[in-house]
């Protein structure tokens, strides 16, 4: 499989699909990174969510929830999945986070006291500031000024006790108790790997690994394990997941810390290393990205008035007509008047 057809074939997967509820869009996916709020509704709409209060909807109706999963960050799942998903990744989340817990003052009695009385506070959705008073209310002496808060909150998520739902004001996500959702799989790691390869594939149990995670090893037996299709020497997909017709290039505008540019371990193919510092300057940050047929090829932002696309060298036709139609959907989703700037490539 050559590199062309192997990068069609992943933006089939990540994006061909027709339109889609939230909660359908972020289980086909795997989850959508939702450490931005703005940034997890721009994936889900890549992803076939057309209408632009559908996010909304379905995270005020109890349909999809956020909390840390995959490499202990924040996703956006169906809640239906979303308790045995959290039993694949919490105590590995937990044991990353307990030296920090412990130097922010949030010892194992703190953190005890707290989850005994979380689950009567959770009866209305609050935000995490409200939490922290309550608590402090009982003598917990929780620093609400700093990282603690959001460390307690990380550290109740993996113990099962509650999740991020609906704003309860602007930029302050409510948290309510997790969800009891769906019995888990009978092996939730390979139901994992399936969801994936379904979404990210043809892949490599390394591509896995790296965006779940887990160890190698339990990577390789889950890919095993989901019964793939081997579309190449270490390469799977979906059983059935074919070449996508010939046609003009699918061109998306992502947006940031999209799974698509992180998730693979190796991702010269995806993102040139020539280029990589425009869209992944370091510090954790990853920029909205263009992307045609696979590859990035630029980085955007929005202006006022102006969707404004910074390519990486001179576009071809086919992506210029196709980032059109992109741009007018982009600012539709967003709710915005705002028309399609393409700046000149950088010498």
Same mark, same amino acid.
């Given at each position: ?17 027709? *339109? ?16 931005? /709020? ?8 890549? @992803? ?6 559908? !996010? ?21 799942? #169906? ?20 030296? @920090?817990? *412990? ?91 399936? @969801? ?35 579309? /190449? ?12 017709? /010939? ?25 040139? #290393? ?38 990486? *060298? ?16 982009? /600012? ?12 000149? !490539?950088?010498?």
């Amino acid at each position: 499989m050559d590199e062309v057809e192997l990068l069609r074939r992943r933006m089939q997967a990540q994006f061909g699909r027709a *339109r889609m509820r939230a909660a359908a869009a972020a289980g086909t996916s795997g989850g959508v990174q939702a450490q931005d /709020a703005g940034a997890a509704r721009l994936g889900l709409r890549a @992803r076939g969510v057309a209408d632009p209060t559908e !996010p909304g909807r379905a995270l005020a109706a109890g349909e999809t929830v956020v909390l840390a999963l995959m490499r202990g960050t924040l996703h956006l799942v #169906p809640a239906e999945d979303a308790r045995w998903m959290l039993g694949l990744f919490a105590a590995r989340n937990l044991a990353a986070g307990a030296r @920090r817990r *412990r130097e922010l003052g949030l010892t194992e009695e703190v953190c005890a006291r707290a989850g005994e009385l979380l689950p009567a506070l959770l009866d209305v959705p609050r935000g995490r500031a409200e939490l922290v008073r309550l608590l402090n209310g009982q003598g917990l002496g929780i620093d609400p000024t700093g990282q603690a808060p959001a460390h307690l909150m990380g550290w109740a998520t993996a113990h099962g006790l509650l999740c991020r739902g609906a704003d309860v004001a602007p930029r302050d996500p409510g948290y309510l108790p997790l969800p009891q959702g769906r019995p888990a799989p009978e092996d939730p790691a390979a139901e994992l790997a399936g @969801r994936y390869l379904a979404a990210f594939g043809p892949a490599e149990a390394a591509d896995f690994a790296a965006w779940s995670g887990l160890p190698v090893r339990e990577a390789r037996r889950a890919v095993a394990a989901a019964g793939p299709e081997e579309v /190449a020497p270490g390469l799977f997909a979906a059983p059935g997941a074919g070449s996508p017709p /010939a046609g003009p290039p699918v061109v998306r505008l992502l947006g940031a810390f999209d799974n698509y540019v992180i998730g693979y371990r190796n991702r010269d193919a995806v993102l040139a #290393p020539e280029f990589a510092r425009r869209i992944n300057a370091g510090g954790g940050i990853v920029k909205p990205a263009l992307v045609a047929d696979g590859r990035v090829l630029g980085s955007w932002r929005r202006e006022k008035g102006a969707l404004v696309v910074e390519p990486f *060298r001179a576009l071809p036709a086919a992506v210029r007509d196709g980032l059109d139609g992109e741009a007018e959907a982009v /600012a539709a989703f967003l709710r915005i008047d705002a028309g399609l700037r393409v700046e000149r !490539p950088a010498e």
